[in-house]
T-cell receptor, first 113, second 114 residues
Framework: EAQVTQNPRYLITVTGKKLTVTCSQN?????MSWYRQDPGLGLRQIYY???????DKGDVPEGYKVSRKEKRNFPLILESPSPNQTSLYFC????????????FGPGTRLTVT | SQQGEEDPQALSIQEGENATMNCSYK?????LQWYRQNSGRGLVHLIL?????REKHSGRLRVTLDTSKKSSSLLITASRAADTASYFC??????????????FGQGTTLQVKP
């Protein structure tokens, strides 16, 4: 089944404790991205990747890191999480950039205390 | 920056009725997409309409695009309780640089009562 998977689905952590949210897709998509969704602010793009070893900042990259060593994986790293990073995070993938539908993962609900 | 703005923010209808949601955007676009999100879950792609298209259908969904007014509408006909969800429009921004970034609106929350 074609899908985007994210782990963990739920995470409660404390300020400053490094964490990684994994994202994997099995559709051989070149394009992957991370969004966060907050009430009243909608979905905002954090980082995106056009292909392996190619990543770039989205609208809200501060406090996040990503890497794209393999085509299928695009982990999101929070080196020192803070409470303002409490949010619902979505990974997405598509065949290319514009003009292609994006496939979203199920989401990761992160709470930073 | 916010590109798409949906209207209304919330909509409540009876099963069997039609639901219409509107989206307005600010800058020229290449494509506009509509997505559905069930509560707290991932977004599901519904339809993509290109800037040179005026109307597109998919099952009970009809999307129109008016680039002169910078607006789009999503019509769901003969709604069902299972259509209860939030609906988002998403646009790219016409540019020589294809970043693939989608800019999402705030969404319309649709409730379909049985």
């Amino acid at each position: 089944e074609a899908q985007v998977t994210q782990n963990p689905r739920y995470l409660i952590t404390v300020t400053g404790k490094k964490l990684t949210v994994t994202c994997s897709q099995n559709m051989n998509h070149e394009y992957m991205s991370w969004y966060r969704q907050d009430p009243g602010l909608g979905l905002r793009q954090i980082y995106y990747s056009m292909n392996v070893e190619v990543t770039d900042k989205g609208d809200v990259p501060e406090g996040y890191k990503v890497s794209r060593k393999e085509k299928r994986n695009f982990p999101l790293i929070l080196e020192s999480p803070s409470p303002n990073q409490t949010s619902l995070y979505f990974c997405a993938s598509s065949l290319g950039g514009w003009g292609y539908e994006q496939y979203f993962g199920p989401g990761t609900r992160l709470t930073v205390t | 920056s916010q590109q798409g703005e949906e209207d209304p923010q919330a909509l409540s209808i009876q099963e069997g009725e039609n639901a219409t949601m509107n989206c307005s955007y600010k800058t020229s676009i290449n494509n506009l997409q509509w997505y559905r999100q069930n509560s707290g879950r991932g977004l599901v792609h519904l339809i993509l309409i290109r800037s040179n298209e005026r109307e597109k259908h998919s099952g009970r969904l009809r999307v129109t695009l008016d680039t002169s007014k910078k607006s789009s509408s999503l019509l769901i006909t003969a709604s069902r309780a299972a259509d209860t969800a939030s609906y988002f429009c998403a646009t790219d921004a016409e540019s020589s640089s294809n970043t693939g970034k989608l800019i999402f609106g705030q969404g319309t929350t649709l409730q379909v009562k049985p």
